[in-house]
């Protein structure tokens, strides 16, 4: 059932086997999963149904270094928000960022779960085979098509030859026609389901430990308009995106100084996201315009292609991972340049492609979010977020800038025009994709989670979100927020079958 913490009597406090906090993807699918299974769920959403300004300003925070985006009252994005929240980067609300986002879903690549020795604290403790068994079963579904399959298309592979042999990679990704909105998604099972309780306008406040302080044993949340509840459970899962879930671990510190898993100063650290340019032109070449099917992005839903160096030129010239996007634009909207060549796809004349380019961070403890002083209108501290680089994130920026369009020309894909602003990490804006807070690790002197996303020095607090992912190279990190959602739920619908079966 769905209701809302003002239906809720005053005094009366509710129990799950598991409360889940937050209904974005992560949210939404691990809630359900568990639920389906017979467990008894509740899960906490901030926001409502109707977005409200005032819930979405408990996500207001203070940029200490590079900001994120700057809010876009003309855009074409996000019009059912009010002008002036157009271009937010998370969205408080029920459903989540799955409100705004775009729908574009992408595996990880093998070799981002692997440690690369020239990129300080990469690689995952896991590895791409422990995640591929979700990927699929959520891309099935879900109903996307089949990126394995579309990987080994002979056009593609075909495609994919011939940029090899220039020292580019190139990867697909699927497209949805509508972005899976969760709160549409899986609204109408959350109404009908009687294992588990969506309780709305209720934001997480504090952890409440037990006296070992490794065990939290309920959640307290609160109201915009006053009205408290606590709800307590046996398994917690923190599903509030990569910015509040870290934050409501530090603001839990009445029992633990310095916050739940913090014990070695590493929840917040480690803030990535992907610096996007995105006002680039690709002329088309030769390769271009006889690839240019594949390369067309509508009618949605489809696969895309998106293109990097290779595997081997990024080793040797020690270089972060990016990806460069190519949207076609078709002579509706500029008109063909003389002595330009243009190319033809399904839906037209394309006069030259819109270049997308996307690079990877390097993850380091100085980038971070942590509570600052001021308070929210619930009283509880804002965040402060100092978004900040390396110079291997510098250099490798201007190495990539500097092979990257030679190899694109010599292939045949075409002449990219960077115009007067060419990308430097001062005008690259987030790309919307926070990263890290809470890494996973194998050691807790490493990380937040362990490779099941508990947190560390807890024995029932879990994460779910990209706040574990100790780094995050490839674009896209939505499918792999999903993929470890699933795993998570997984892997407690064991844990909670064996605690059954000794109990009987
Ligand atoms: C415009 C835009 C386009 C994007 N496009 C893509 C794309 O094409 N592909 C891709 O892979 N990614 C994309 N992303 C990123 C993607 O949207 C996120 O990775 C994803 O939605 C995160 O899901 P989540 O469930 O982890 O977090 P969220 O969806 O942010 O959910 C967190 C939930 O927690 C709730 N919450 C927060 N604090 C509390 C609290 N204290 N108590 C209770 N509830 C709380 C929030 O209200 C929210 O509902 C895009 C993002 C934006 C903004």
Redesign the pocket.
């Known amino acids: 059932m769905i209701t809302d913490i003002l239906d809720i009597g005053e005094q009366i406090n509710l129990r799950g086997q598991v409360i889940v ?7 939404a699918e691990v809630a359900t999963h568990l639920a389906r299974h017979g467990r008894e769920v509740v899960l ?4 409502r149904g109707q977005f409200e300004p005032s819930i979405q300003a408990l996500n207001d925070l203070t940029f200490l270094g590079k900001r994120h985006r700057e809010l876009d009252p003309d855009t074409y ?1 996000h019009r059912y928000l009010p002008p002036e929240l157009r271009g937010v ?5 029920f ?4 409100n ?5 879903w992408k595996y990880l690549q093998p070799s981002d779960f692997e440690g690369r020795d020239w990129v300080a604290n990469s690689g995952w403790p896991i590895g791409f085979d422990d995640l591929l068994p979700y990927y699929r079963s959520a891309a099935k579904d879900y109903s996307f098509g089949d990126l394995e399959a579309e990987a080994m298309r002979p056009e593609i592979r075909e495609f994919r030859a011939k940029l090899a042999a220039f020292g580019l990679k190139m990867s697909s990704f699927y497209w949805e026609k509508t972005p899976t909105r969760t709160a549409v998604r899986f609204g109408d099972e959350m109404r009908r389901s009687e294992n588990l309780h969506v309780v709305l306008g ?3 406040t504090e952890l409440k430990l037990d006296a070992s302080c490794q065990r939290v044993t309920a959640v307290a949340c609160r109201s915009l308009e006053g009205r408290e509840l606590i709800v307590e459970g046996d398994v917690i899962i923190l ?3 990569a910015f ?1 879930s870290a934050r ?1 671990l530090l603001a839990s510190d009445r029992q633990i100084p310095g916050g739940i898993g913090n014990a070695h100063d590493l929840v917040g650290r480690f803030y990535t996201d992907h610096p996007k340019h995105h006002t680039g032109i690709l002329w088309p070449g030769q390769l271009t315009q006889k690839y240019a099917h594949e390369m067309q992005y509508k009618p949605k839903p489809r696969f895309c292609l998106c293109f990097a160096l290779d595997d081997v030129t990024q080793q040797e010239q020690k270089l972060l991972e990016h990806v460069l996007y190519l949207k076609p634009i078709y002579e509706k909207k500029m008109a063909p340049v003389p002595g330009r060549p243009t190319c033809r796809d399904d839906n037209g004349l394309v006069v030259a492609y819109r270049v997308k380019f996307v690079t990877e961070q390097v993850p380091q403890k100085d980038s971070r979010i942590k509570l600052g002083t001021e308070r929210d209108a619930l009283g509880k501290r804002k965040l402060e977020v100092n978004w900040c680089f390396t110079d291997h994130d510098r250099q490798s920026l201007s190495k990539i800038l500097e092979i990257l369009p030679h190899r694109v020309a010599e292939a045949g894909l075409g002449t990219i025009d960077f115009g007067d602003e060419p990308p430097s990490l001062e005008n690259m804006t987030d790309a ?2 926070q990263m890290g807070t809470t890494r996973m690790a194998s050691r807790p002197e490493e990380g937040v989670v362990d490779t099941d996303c508990r947190v560390f020095g807890t024995e029932n607090l879990y994460v779910a ?2 706040a574990v992912f100790p780094t995050g190279p490839s674009y ?4 792999t ?1 999903l993929a470890l959602a699933r795993r998570l739920g997984q892997h407690l619908l064991q844990k909670t079958s064996a605690k059954l079966a000794q109990l009987s």
């Open positions: 906090v937050g209904s974005g993807i992560a949210g906490l959403e901030s926001g994005y980067s998370r969205v408080r609300q459903g989540g960022t799955s705004v986002w775009t729908g574009k209720a934001t997480a599903a509030m995106g509040e409501l919307a994709h979100s990209s896209s990190p939505t499918f927020i």
